[in-house]
């Protein structure tokens, strides 16, 4: 009788035994599969996958943590695309700006930089330097030098840059400072600006004031001096005053014709906003034909022309067509001896209108064949000014060909003649 309650005991026990087995069977079983979807969305996250997301009906703690890894996919994600959305943001910025930008931390390694700086500093790397140091990146030794003098440095520092090529960059050098802090230097940034324009046109304005200055002062000091003889000499003999009177004259006709030019350049630089229209060349060079050929005559030269196409038309400002066969021939006339010969072609080529005007006369030295279209640059002064020349004329007919959207080109020899060659588009109908 006493053995039920032994039996009862032991029944029970192996009852529980198989339950709880049964239930880590299921655990373990549940706790794999677990496991196995873990590490399967694992390689996932670490493929950059980072919208995958655990699906598994799990309770109690596996529940738990999967709740808590889906949310901490979740806000992962979000802050990646936050982070390359800001990214994204800031490269466009660097992008849209004209200047070069390098930004380098405390251990001189690039942290950004844009395009135009990868230019300017001839990247070794281009599209992979952030990272590397700057003296595996910069292949400009002047401007690795500049920028390694002041990295680190809290002040900020701006300076000018002449490389060997002439090419000029403005460098500014900031500190970066660690956020709300203004003592921990955290980097440098630098920005690149190519002023080479700037200072090139600044160094021709002080050239252009200096020279219209001297060019001023020679024939207001020639009248002054005359003027002067004159009123301290009234009895001078009627000769000598004439003699003095024509040579005032002479000087106030340079003075009319160099404040003319000067003017006349002006207004072609500033450009405003002329109205443009359809000019026919040939009529044109007719008009000037006849305002000029009596100095050729004068010189027994013998001036003609040869038109391609009489019909040849051009958009542009009236009067700078004009001016343009005005300067040209003038030159060719004044500068080719007597008996000598100016021919005037025109031609059509690819939709452009070409001009030439060649002479068999004094020629230019190759040495100054590319500096001519200077402003009052004289290949041989004492004879510009015995012909009457400002100095200007070319750098006139210079400028009137590029508002026209066109060239103009030199040929020549010295003592065999000048050929000049003008290209403008043709007016298509």
């Known amino acids: 009788m006493e053995v039920e309650p032994i039996g009862s005991a032991y029944f029970f026990i192996m ?30 996250v670490s493929n950059k996958e980072f919208h995958s997301r655990l699906h598994i009906s799990a309770k109690g703690e596996l529940g738990e943590l999967t709740k808590n890894f889906n949310f901490m996919m979740e806000t992962m994600e979000n802050t990646i695309e936050e982070v390359e959305y800001k990214h994204l943001q800031l490269t466009s910025v660097l992008k849209s700006i004209s200047h070069g930008i390098l930004v380098i931390d405390i251990n001189d390694n690039i942290i950004l930089i844009n395009d135009e700086a990868r230019k300017m500093i001839k990247s070794k790397c281009p599209g992979k330097e952030e990272g590397k140091h700057i003296k595996q990146v910069i292949n400009v030794e002047e401007i690795l030098k500049e920028i390694e003098k002041y990295i680190g440095d809290k002040g900020n520092h701006s300076y000018n840059l002449t490389l060997e090529d002439e090419t000029v960059y403005k460098l500014k050098i900031d500190p970066v400072y660690l956020q709300n802090s203004k003592n921990a230097i955290i980097g440098s940034i630098i920005n690149i600006e190519n002023i080479t324009e700037i200072v ?62 000067i003017l006349l350049l002006s207004s072609i630089e500033s450009n405003n906003n002329l109205v443009t229209e359809k000019v026919f060349i040939y009529d044109v060079l007719k008009e000037v034909y006849q305002m000029i050929n009596y100095i050729a005559i004068s010189k027994n030269i013998d001036l003609s022309y040869n038109f391609q196409d009489t019909k040849v038309v ?49 020629g230019i030295p190759k040495e100054d064949q590319n500096k001519i279209f200077q402003r009052f640059y004289r290949v041989d002064k004492a004879r510009s000014r015995a012909v009457g020349g400002t100095g200007l004329g070319l750098a006139i007919t210079k400028h009137i060909v590029n508002s026209l959207k066109g060239s103009i080109t030199v040929e020549s020899e010295l003592n065999i003649g000048s050929k000049f060659i003008v290209t403008i588009p043709k007016k298509i109908s």
């Open 200 to 261: 090139k046109l600044e160094n021709m304005r002080r050239d252009f004031v200096a020279n219209v200055s001297h060019e001023l002062k020679t024939p207001l000091t020639s009248i002054n001096g005359f003027i002067e003889t004159l009123i301290m000499n009234e009895n001078l003999e009627v000769e000598k005053r004439n003699r003095f009177l024509a040579i005032i004259q002479k000087e106030s006709d340079r003075l009319k014709r160099l404040i003319e030019d």
């Open 15 to 44: 009852l529980l035994a198989c339950s709880v087995a049964i239930l880590l069977y299921r655990y373990t079983i549940t706790l794999r599969r677990f496991l196995k979807d873990f590490i399967k969305i694992s390689k996932k």
């Open 314 to 362: 051009v958009e542009a400002y009236g009067d700078y067509i004009k001016q343009l066969l005005l300067n040209l021939i003038d030159n060719a006339i004044k500068y080719t001896p007597e008996g000598g010969k100016v021919m005037v072609n025109q031609f059509t080529e690819n939709n452009e209108v070409i001009i030439e005007v060649i002479d068999n006369g004094v």
